[in-house]
């Protein structure tokens, strides 16, 4: 079945600085890989996703990148903000919407 | 457009009882998925329903359930519970496969 995995586990950038977040997954029938951030007290909600047809997706200061020969897709902030701080996933499908998630990312953004 | 509503937000049970938890999914969405958060094992998929009908389940014990009603309204159902079953459980509702997962805020489920 699907396995995902994510790091760093933790992350800590100054204001304005970028941030990268890298996942691996081993199923190479996976074509759905989204991104989702996690705020204290509230559900995962997503931020960004890609298809296995491109390589890449920007949306303003967030981008995601994806390779399917070596298995892996990342997340990059830019120009990062403290209300960027939170605590982010990565995740593949394994089929319908049994997603697998990586174990997430905790980044600080300090002022 | 309301989002996914879950009730209640907190819930503290005893071992050995059984609880029920509600999930409102976004009006026409159809698929309803539970996910279980703990630090340890993080997001982990219980269970999908379509049109009522579930369609997908994970690697938990029978103790854990759910069924969707003709509104797509979902319930799920943990009996017996477990110092283990507590957790964070969030429920997700989409229109289709793979497709953006709507999370509601989750009921927070503690067992003494």
């Known amino acids: 079945g699907e396995n995902v995995e994510q790091h760093p586990s933790t992350l800590s950038v100054q204001e304005g600085d970028s941030a990268v977040i890298k996942c691996t997954y081993s199923d190479s029938a996976s074509n759905y890989f989204p991104w989702y951030k996690q705020e204290l007290g509230k559900g995962p909600q997503l931020i960004i996703d890609?298809?296995?047809?491109?390589g890449e997706k920007k949306d303003q200061r967030i981008a995601v990148t994806l390779n399917k020969t070596a298995k892996h897709f990342s997340l990059h902030i830019t120009e990062t903000q403290p209300e960027d701080s939170a605590v982010y996933f990565c995740a593949a499908p394994r089929n319908n919407n049994d997603m697998r998630f990586g174990a997430g990312t905790r980044l600080t953004v300090k002022p | 457009k309301a989002g996914v509503t879950q009730t209640p937000r907190y819930l503290i049970k005893t071992r050995g009882q059984q609880v029920t938890l509600s999930c409102s999914p976004i009006s026409g969405h159809r698929s309803v998925s539970w996910y279980q958060q703990t630090p340890g094992q993080g997001l982990q998929f219980l269970f999908e329903?379509?049109?009522?009908?579930?369609?997908n389940k994970g690697n938990f014990p029978g103790r854990f359930s759910g069924r969707q009603f003709s509104n797509s309204r979902s319930e799920m159902n943990v009996s017996t519970l477990e110092l283990g079953d507590s957790a964070l459980y969030l429920c997700?509702?989409?229109?289709?496969?793979?497709?953006?997962?709507?999370f509601g805020n989750g009921t927070r489920l503690t067992v003494t």
């Open positions: 329903y379509f049109s009522e009908t579930q369609r």
């Open positions: 890609i298809r296995s047809n491109v």
């Open positions: 997700a509702s989409s229109l289709g496969q793979s497709a953006n997962l709507h």
